[in-house]
């Protein structure tokens, strides 16, 4: 049975750092018997406990999955549960092994214990215990060693995963060995080496952290310094209604490992995903996607699991793995498990030559067609607000002297939605005399006229990066309508 904690131990960030419950509450020891039914998993392999893997200094055990008939040479993917959870019930409900199944890769479940942490996580916030060379960190690369012993495992193939503690741990891994991960996956996590105390921790879960994408990437850097090679390519993971580990985290996330990868922080590709999941894709120079982002609406915190029987569908629901979208599916094929094919491809083509005409109350959209579009998908701000078979849609009940950015996307006969195009803008007449405003970045973030993303400011609604936030730099907004602003240096 999965494991199912009383209400009482409902990870709060105290609990996910702390591994402090609640009083009163009981706590689930995590199972430690190997022995798990192949039909609860749906597998047709062998999950079991692999012991003396090495000098294990971080007190951790080693189980794992190996499909029926794994030949030599096969990759190797690393899951590390969250907190309150064990390696069983990872092997159960994830829905690594469908996948480990399919495409010829085994998989090693790590799992700590009450005796590390009182909730069972994973310590990614201790620097004696995540960094290279130490602690539980250097036990998960004992085990792929001892994998790739057993198994014959491809070393240039292995890939590591974690939900929430596990998350945070598997980011760490990441910077620490990118000599032995070619690609990980971070749900419900944190960015490597937010914290490396204790007292840290609930910062790094709870709020916005304040540094550069440089600085990010340099957490990174410095967790193997001299290393030249390849970095790991990256999926994050996040729901919109996480309170545990919230949302910023995300976005931290994608700073840190596209500055590391030295790309750029604009999507080279979006689309839809079941499950009310978007899809950002982050392409180097040779057009491989090096970074994705996976944005859940409204889920909460968890791993995002999908059962059922079809190819993108995976898991089982229960406590935290939430059913809205097989996140295995598309990590998998983000990491070419699959031999390269799938949904990396973000589908059709961004259509072209779109135009933005403004009218009273409305706006009237024209584009070009693309090849194999069935519809088209509208957005307005970021948001879907209509879909057309033909390349024109008329956005109404629009309020007076508001300026609005529009994108479309096409969708093919699948449904697969395309690669939005570029945004264009249109002002509504009216709304009276636009003002404008001259100020430091600092008090213009203050103002509610331009917001802060790590160190940088950008403008309230457009989005135009205004530099640094401080009071050293200044800029003049123009307000185009309710809660939009445009710079306007030298124009007012």
């Known amino acids: 049975m999965p494991l199912r904690p009383t209400a009482a131990v409902l990870l709060t960030a105290a609990a996910l750092v702390l591994g402090a419950a609640a009083p009163g509450a009981a706590i689930a020891s995590p199972t430690t018997a190997p022995a798990a039914s192949p039909a609860a998993a749906a597998t047709s392999g062998s999950f079991q406990q692999v012991t003396g893997f090495g000098t294990n200094p971080g007190n951790l055990a080693m189980y794992t999955y190996t499909p029926a008939g794994l030949p030599s040479g096969a990759p190797l993917v690393v899951a590390l549960h969250g907190c309150v959870q064990s390696a069983t019930d990872y092997y159960r409900n994830s829905g690594w092994t469908k996948f480990a199944d399919q495409y010829g890769f085994a998989v090693v479940f790590p799992q700590t214990s009450s005796v590390n942490n009182s909730l069972s996580c994973f310590s990614w916030f201790d620097a004696s215990k995540a960094a290279r060379g130490v602690g539980e960190a250097r036990s998960v690369v004992e085990m792929v060693t001892k994998a790739e012993s057993l198994y014959g495992s491809d070393a240039h193939r292995v890939f590591v995963t974690g939900l929430s503690a596990g998350g945070g741990m598997a980011a760490d891994l990441l910077a620490d060995y990118p000599d032995v991960f070619a690609g990980g996956a971070i749900d419900s996590g944190l960015p490597a080496h937010c914290a490396t105390t204790q007292a840290a921790a609930s910062g790094c879960q709870n709020s916005d952290q304040g540094l550069t994408p440089a600085q990010w990437g340099d957490k990174v850097r410095a967790a193997y310094p001299g290393y030249t090679g390849p970095w790991p390519r990256v999926a994050i993971w996040q729901g919109t209604a996480d309170t545990v580990v919230r949302p910023v985290n995300a976005t931290e996330l994608r700073d ?60 089982a629901t229960g406590a935290y793995f939430l059913d809205t979208v097989c996140s295995g599916y598309y990590t998998a094929q983000f990491w070419g498990l699959d031999s390269g094919s799938g949904p990396t491809d973000p589908g059709l083509p961004a259509p072209t030559g779109l135009t933005a005409t403004a009218a009273a109350g409305s706006v009237a959209l024209g584009w070009r067609a693309v090849s194999g579009a069935a519809s088209y998908q509208v957005f307005r701000n970021g948001t879907q607000v209509g879909s057309a078979t033909g390349t024109a849609f008329t956005d109404t009940g629009l309020t007076a002297g508001t ?30 005399t636009l003002q404008c405003f001259t100020a430091s970045n600092y008090d213009q973030v203050l103002a509610g006229r331009a917001t802060r993303s790590g160190g940088l400011t950008y403008a309230l609604g457009s989005g135009q990066s205004m530099g640094l936030w401080n009071t050293f730099v200044s800029h003049t907004l123009k307000q185009t309508g309710p809660g939009y602003y445009v710079l306007a240096d030298g124009q007012c």
């Open 403 to 432: 300026t609005y950015g529009y994108a479309v996307a096409a969708v093919d006969g699948s449904g697969t939605v395309g690669t939005r195009s570029a945004v264009v803008t249109a002002t509504t007449p009216g709304g009276g």
């Open 256 to 315: 840190q490992w596209t500055n590391v990868q030295g790309v750029g922080r604009q999507p080279t590709s979006t689309r839809s995903l079941p499950g009310g999941t978007t899809q950002e894709l982050y392409a180097d120079a040779s057009g491989k996607p090096a970074v994705a982002l996976f944005t859940i609406s409204g889920m909460g915190h968890g791993l995002a699991v999908h059962p059922g029987s079809a190819a993108d569908q995976c898991g």
